[in-house]
């Protein structure tokens, strides 16, 4: 009989190289999925919501992430996730081109 093993590596481990440049700007936008309200702040008032974080966490955004953050006005995350990928290009997280599904997911 031959046994095999399921090895699951953790996502941070498979994408580390992608992930590391712009893993911020993932967060952020991984706190307004999970978080109708933050996601409500980061729309309608995204310094606010870059400057005083999601619960205990902070965004240390770059000079570019944050001035593209803050001149997108998107009125969706959806929007907000899609024009963060179109500027970063492949230079994002594969979360940033998702965001809009889970933001579907999780009903806003």
């Known amino acids: 009989?031959?046994?095999?093993?399921?090895?699951?590596?953790?996502?941070?481990?498979?994408?580390?190289?992608?992930?590391?440049e712009h893993l911020e700007i993932c967060r952020l936008l991984a706190a307004a999925t999970v978080s109708p309200s933050f996601c409500r702040l980061l729309l309608e008032d995204p310094e606010r919501a870059i400057q005083t974080g999601y619960r205990e966490e902070s965004f240390l955004l770059?000079?570019?992430?944050?001035?593209?953050?803050?001149?997108?006005?998107?009125?969706?995350?959806?929007?907000?996730?899609?024009?963060?990928?179109?500027?970063?290009?492949?230079?994002?997280?594969?979360f940033v081109t998702h965001a809009a599904e889970a933001s579907e997911l999780f009903g806003h």
Do not use: Y
């Not at 803050?70 to 899609?82: C, K, P, Q, V």
């Open 1 to 20: 009989m031959l046994d095999t093993k399921l090895q699951t590596l953790p996502v941070s481990l498979i994408l580390q190289d992608v992930q590391d």
């Open 62 to 94: 770059t000079a570019e992430e944050r001035n593209l953050v803050l001149s997108i006005g998107a009125d969706s995350l959806e929007s907000l996730a899609w024009h963060i990928s179109q500027t970063l290009g492949q230079r994002t997280h594969p």
